[in-house]
């Protein structure tokens, strides 16, 4: 497997467009992660089925969240995205979250161009409100069973709010 950090960049963020690596399926319950010292995807654990992913997970290629792993995205698609590739994904928002008192926020995307949806979703406010309740309901539960009310999603923020944040992250990256 190549090292996606030396093979991707983020993207152009300005454009709203960012390439995206996928660890774990819409779907799973088995948390896969990159490891980024061997350049490898790694099974860390296996969750209850109860908190399989309510979307595709990933992370933005040359960026560093302030939890020290790459900024995560929740990829929303119709289907699940295998493991191991990566794609470019539309930027829509940003779920703030906080896991174990640590900033980890996740960026929101959808794929960059989407026909079966004719590219309709272009903001968080385009995706059904139950979906939105369902990411906030899986990160806000998915860890208690091993430590209770240790996630919390803070809020949502928009675009622009997510560029930002994708924009310390490159930067924090680039101080590593």
């Known amino acids: ?4 950090n030396q093979i991707l960049t983020p993207g152009d963020v300005e454009a709203g467009v ?4 996928v660890e774990i399926p819409a779907g799973s319950s088995h948390k896969i992660e990159w490891n980024r010292e ?7 654990r296996v969750d209850p089925k109860i908190f399989a992913k309510p979307t595709n997970y990933g992370f933005i290629p040359q960026t560093l969240d302030e939890d020290g792993d790459e900024l995560d995205a ?9 493991t191991g590739i990566y794609l470019q994904a539309k930027v829509l928002g940003v779920m ?3 896991d174990d008192g640590e900033v980890d926020d996740k960026i929101i995307v959808v ?27 899986h990160f806000t539960h998915y860890k208690d069973l091993k430590k209770t009310n240790s996630t919390i999603v803070k809020g949502w923020g928009d675009e622009v709010e997510a560029k930002a944040i994708i924009y310390k992250s490159i930067d924090r990256w680039n101080s590593k």
């Open 74 to 82: 929740l990829i929303i698609t119709d289907e699940p995205l295998p």
């Open 96 to 98: 703030k979250f906080e």
């Open 18 to 21: 960012v390439n995206v690596v």
């Open 1 to 4: 497997m190549a090292d996606f």
């Open 111 to 137: 794929p960059a161009d989407d026909r079966n949806t004719g590219n309709v979703i272009n903001s968080l406010s385009d995706l059904p409100k139950q979906k939105i309740d369902q990411i906030t309901h």
């Open 38 to 44: 061997k350049a490898v995807m790694q099974l860390d």
